[in-house]
């Protein structure tokens, strides 16, 4: 926002700038009232109370302040506002600024603007100086006299040729370099500040190696009301009045502009940080994002250089907190996201959007998400996903898609496990568009006669074809014959078809199919009247994606499969000629050391822990 002070007048408070003789306290208040305006780029005057900072500068472009204070300003409704510069501290302005005959210039900057163009002073402030007409420095002339030494009478002498002697009434000595300083009302000696022949200033050091150096003690900066109160605020500026270091009383330090998008806050008491924003209650660390298109908080990892064998360092590592372990409590979560929400028709955003790094054609690309349970009585799941109910559907829990275009290497979702159990866990209904492959498709449900100890297993009819299986009972009429109508849709699923018939109950050595599959129906005869028939037909799919997709029984590997197997320990092979090794090295490896470290950590607890049923 670009905001502009006009200035109106710069007048003094008082009328008269000589300093009383009687009465010291009437002193010519060093201040200049002065008076402006603030508005908006597009001319709205802006209102309410700000910060702002003035400057006195030599020139109208460039160079560093004289001089500066920051005062919290009232703005009117027209934006107007009056201001007395000075009267942030007691000595007010210093009136040495308008002891010589060159012009200053006025900067006024709003609290994390930038500063305005600069104003020329009139000449009503040069009367500070004014001040001083009837003194020498600032002091009397009477100062100046020296005493006579004690008890010798004043020398008195009519002829000028004899000027009498005049000797300082000090004593004292320095050593060079160093700034003096009144040790006694008649004293002088060494201050603890020493000027360099660079010119560099040194406290408590006669070597600066920077125009003001401090050492053996601190710098302290209480701001221009002492920092006492809530709302007192203290700066120091680096560079420029664009970037300071500001501690507010009994809230915190920020870096940049306080209470400003861009500043970096430290907050009391606590030490939680917040980037853009000063609330910092919820965390020890909180960035929010103040601008469009800009990131929240964005973190890069080491990369290693070329050719220097070295690999690339993690970006961010997050571990949650441990529960009591004296008590059944829970372990705090290590990473919580959440999407923004979308609004009038548009997607909201997700929780989290991890993608691998890319590789070269040598090496496969990085997982877009890794996860890996914990260990326990019952270990942790390497995920945890709940798709979210919504209006008219559910959402899925995992969604995944693959965005390979060369060979179908993995598919949108892979599953290993790093022991021979279940690589995966469906709860529900599993719903594919394309193939399943497997090496055994079976069944499992709970076993009738024993449903709480057993399972009951079988294993699915496998075919060279897409071969579909329909088969019924039926009853044969007086003739012995009976027609069999199937679904409207069966023959426009399947063709090819065969037939197999079974009498029930007594022979039926002449039953035979007297009419083949045709209207979606057919019909049996040569069979006793009343007996009856189990019949049984299978088709081979024809369907349109069966004729699109049709199965290939012999397939080769593709390159990347060609010297694994799925199964290496069949054929004499160790693990690492598996199938995974060849199609994703990396995760296989990390399988392989977590499957090492569950086996080391079961061998100890098995060798060292108590039996649970010990008591």
């Known amino acids: 926002m670009r905001l502009h002070a006009l200035p109106l007048f710069v007048c003094l408070l008082v009328a008269s700038f000589a300093q009383p003789t009687a009465n010291p306290s009437s002193a010519v208040p060093s201040m200049v009232s002065f008076n402006g305006?603030?508005?908006?780029?597009?001319?709205?005057?802006?209102?309410?109370?700000?910060?702002v900072t003035f400057s006195l500068y030599q020139d109208a472009q460039g160079g560093s302040p004289l001089w500066l204070e920051t005062q919290n300003v009232q703005l009117d409704k027209t934006g107007h506002?009056?201001?007395?510069?000075?009267?942030?501290?007691?000595?007010?302005?210093?009136?040495?600024?308008?002891?010589?005959?060159?012009?200053?210039?006025?900067?006024?900057?709003?609290?994390?603007?930038?500063?305005?163009?600069?104003?020329?002073?009139?000449?009503?402030?040069?009367?500070?100086?004014?001040?001083?007409?009837?003194?020498?420095?600032?002091?009397?002339?009477?100062?100046?006299?020296?005493?006579?030494?004690?008890?010798?009478?004043?020398?008195?002498?009519?002829?000028?040729?004899?000027p009498t002697a005049i000797t300082p009434n000090y004593a004292g000595s320095g050593t060079s370099g160093y700034i003096p300083e009144w040790l006694t009302s008649s004293t002088i000696g060494n201050s603890r500040l020493f000027q360099s022949s660079s010119g560099n200033?040194?406290?408590?050091?006669?070597?600066?190696?920077?125009?003001?150096?401090?050492?053996?003690?601190?710098?302290?900066?209480?701001?221009?009301?002492?920092?006492?109160?809530?709302?007192?605020?203290?700066?120091?500026?680096?560079?420029?009045?664009?970037?300071?270091?500001?501690?507010?009383?009994?809230?915190?330090?920020?870096l940049g502009a306080f209470k400003a998008p861009q500043a970096l806050f430290i907050a009391d008491f606590t030490g939680n940080v917040g980037i853009g924003t000063t609330s910092t209650t919820g965390a020890e660390l909180t960035s929010v994002s103040n601008a469009a298109a800009t990131l929240g908080l964005s973190v890069t990892g080491y990369s290693a250089a070329l050719n220097s064998n070295g690999s690339g360092v993690d970006a961010f590592h997050a571990t949650g907190g441990n529960g009591d372990p004296n008590n059944q409590d829970d372990g705090g979560n290590a990473i919580v996201a959440n999407g923004g929400s979308g609004n009038n028709g548009e997607?909201?955003?997700?929780?989290?959007?991890?993608?691998?790094?890319?590789?070269?054609?040598?090496?496969?690309?990085?997982?877009?998400?890794?996860?890996?349970?914990?260990?326990g009585i019952g270990g942790g799941s390497g995920g945890y996903f709940i798709g979210a109910g919504g209006r008219y559907s559910?959402?899925?829990?995992?969604?995944?898609?693959?965005?390979?275009?060369?060979?179908?290497?993995?598919?949108?979702?892979?599953?290993?496990?790093?022991?021979?159990?279940?690589?995966?866990?469906?709860?529900?209904?599993?719903?594919?568009?394309?193939?399943?492959?497997?090496?055994?498709?079976?069944?499992?449900?709970?076993?009738?006669l024993d449903p709480t100890n057993k399972y009951l297993q079988h294993t699915a009819v496998e075919s060279s074809e897409m071969k579909n299986i329909y088969d019924g009972v039926a009853l044969l009429d007086g003739n012995g014959e009976v027609t069999v109508q199937l679904p409207s849709w069966f023959e426009a699923l399947n063709g090819d078809f065969r037939y197999q018939l079974t009498a029930i109950g007594r022979p039926g050595p002449g039953l035979y199919i007297a009419q083949e599959i045709s209207g979606n129906r057919f019909r049996i005869a040569g069979?006793?009247?009343?007996?009856?028939?189990?019949?049984?037909?299978?088709?081979?799919?024809?369907?349109?994606?069966?004729?699109?997709?049709?199965?290939?029984?012999?397939?080769?590997?593709?390159?990347?499969?060609?010297?694994?197997?799925?199964?290496?320990?069949?054929?004499?092979?160790?693990p690492?000629?598996?199938?995974?090794?060849?199609?994703?090295?990396?995760?296989?490896?990390?399988?392989k050391e977590i499957r090492a470290k569950a086996a080391q950590r079961?061998?100890?607890?098995?060798?060292?822990?108590?039996?649970?049923?010990?008591?």
């Not at 599993?430 to 709970?446: E, P, Q």
């Open 201 to 254: 200033l040194g406290m408590n050091t006669t070597t600066p190696s920077q125009v003001f150096e401090v050492d053996s003690g601190n710098a302290l900066i209480r701001g221009p009301h002492n920092f006492s109160a809530v709302g007192d605020t203290a700066f120091l500026y680096i560079g420029d009045t664009n970037h300071p270091i500001e501690a507010a009383f009994k809230s915190g330090l920020s």
């Open 347 to 375: 997607s909201s955003g997700a929780g989290v959007v991890a993608t691998g790094g890319s590789s070269d054609i040598y090496t496969n690309g990085g997982d877009g998400v890794y996860g890996a349970g914990g260990a």
């Open 81 to 162: 506002y009056s201001v007395m510069l000075g009267s942030t501290t007691a000595q007010g302005l210093p009136t040495e600024l308008f002891s010589s005959s060159q012009a200053k210039w006025l900067g006024v900057q709003p609290q994390g603007r930038q500063e305005q163009p600069r104003v020329l002073l009139l000449a009503v402030p040069y009367a500070l100086k004014a001040a001083d007409a009837d003194t020498i420095g600032g002091k009397p002339v009477s100062a100046f006299v020296l005493a006579n030494p004690q008890g010798t009478p004043p020398k008195q002498s009519n002829s000028p040729s004899s």
């Open 394 to 448: 559910s959402g899925p829990g995992v969604f995944g898609l693959s965005a390979g275009n060369v060979s179908p290497l993995n598919g949108a979702v892979f599953f290993g496990s790093t022991d021979p159990d279940d690589a995966a866990f469906f709860n529900g209904d599993i719903y594919a568009t394309g193939v399943v492959y497997g090496s055994a498709k079976d069944f499992r449900i709970d076993h009738p």
């Open 576 to 591: 690492e000629q598996g199938i995974e090794w060849g199609r994703m090295p990396r995760l296989a490896k990390r399988a």
């Open 37 to 51: 305006i603030l508005r908006d780029t597009d001319g709205t005057p802006l209102t309410g109370t700000i910060g």
């Open 602 to 615: 079961a061998f100890a607890q098995t060798t060292h822990a108590p039996s649970l049923d010990a008591h």
């Open 527 to 574: 069979g006793t009247a009343g007996a009856k028939v189990s019949w049984m037909v299978t088709g081979i799919r024809h369907d349109a994606y069966a004729a699109a997709n049709p199965l290939v029984v012999e397939a080769d590997k593709i390159p990347m499969d060609r010297g694994y197997y799925l199964h290496p320990e069949l054929y004499g092979a160790p």
